[in-house]
């Protein structure tokens, strides 16, 4: 195809150098014309095979950039059906992830809340002073028994003073086994008084008859007397040995109710410190109970507040899934353009990307947003429910 450009113009030369020669009938100046023809002719065909060579090459190029574009548009048109069929299901899945895992943290969060509650009702409960009142029921029931403890102590008091009186009592009767034993001795000297007085009178004879019957009278009132008193010694013994044995009974009961009192009180001791120790350690336990139990509530709070993280990231997940659904509808409408001829407009990014950052409810999302590392969600205290 080169050929074809130079060749006539060569060739247009050479003839025209030819006939100026032949006109000028070979002269110098037409040996000059002629010349000059000729060299402007391969000037000019020099020219137009360049001029053929850079046509060539637009052309070339032309042609390479059509089938580039048209690769092109047929590229974006490939990447704008697989995007406009892909984005509904990525954002299907998105919202079925979300609407999963936000039902399954609320109902774990009621769950929570419910225990959390059920602990602070019964940590209110062990507030109401059960270990106090039980404690306050031990010692109101030792003062009952010191009580009672006094009360046999004053009893065993009393009884030492009616031992007391029973001991004065033998001793009374001591004296009177004394007196009767007195009455005794002056009934046997009366007597032997009345029987010398019997025989003086018998001695007198007539005379002395009136004084024997006063000496016999006298020695019956003496021999009354003597029975009398024996009468009186053998009660008394018998009064002094049942009060004796009566003194003996008192005085061992004395003892053994001594003993009793002492190991009674012993023993109401020994109890009162163990109820004492065991209620200390009851309200020591239900103390630790409680603590743990309030500690327990704490830790279902920070739990509780831990699970906010469904709310921050169903929001994430809404954003998503509304840009891409936005993004879904921007590619149906380039489809629609495209098909009705109309030039297409690149998406502006940058004004894509700020539009999107408005939306922005939560820190990570900006951080994330402008390329910074997000912060945990155990150093965050923002609160969504």
Known sequence: MTGTVWIPLALCGVAGGAGIVWAGNASLLSWVLAAALLIAAGLLAVWGQARQQQVLKALS????????????????????????????????????????????????????????????????????????????????????????????REALSSKAVLQREITQLHEFTGQLQAMAKDVADVAKQTNLLALNAAIEAARAGEAGRGFAVVADEVRSLSTLSGNTGQKISETVETVNAAIRRTLEASEQYARQDAETLANSGNVI????????????????????????????????????????????????????????????????????????????????????????AKTYTTAEQLAVHHGKTPASAASSDITFF
């Open 61 to 152: 190029a032309s042609q390479s950039e059509a089938r580039g574009m048209t690769g092109k548009k047929a590229q974006e048109g490939a990447v704008d059906g697989i995007c406009i069929e892909v984005l509904p299901v990525w954002a299907q899945q998105i919202e079925t992830a979300r609407s999963h895992t936000e039902e399954a943290v609320t109902q774990l969060t009621h769950r929570f809340a419910e225990l959390a509650g059920r602990i602070q009702m019964s940590v209110e409960g062990s507030h109401d002073g059960s270990a106090q009142a039980l404690v306050a029921l031990l010692s109101s029931s030792q003062n009952e028994l010191n009580g009672i403890i006094t009360g046999l």
């Open 269 to 356: 001791e020994n109890v009162i410190t163990q109820f004492n120790a065991s209620a200390s350690h009851l309200v020591q336990q239900s103390n630790t109970l409680r603590e743990q139990s309030e500690a327990v509530g704490a830790e279902i709070s920070d739990v509780l507040v831990a699970l906010q993280f469904q709310d921050r990231v169903s929001q994430m997940l809404s954003h998503i899934r509304n840009d891409l659904n936005k993004l879904e509808q921007r590619l149906l409408d380039r489809r629609t353009q495209a098909a009705q001829g109309e030039a297409l407009k690149p998406i502006d990014t940058k004004a894509w990307l700020d539009e999107l």
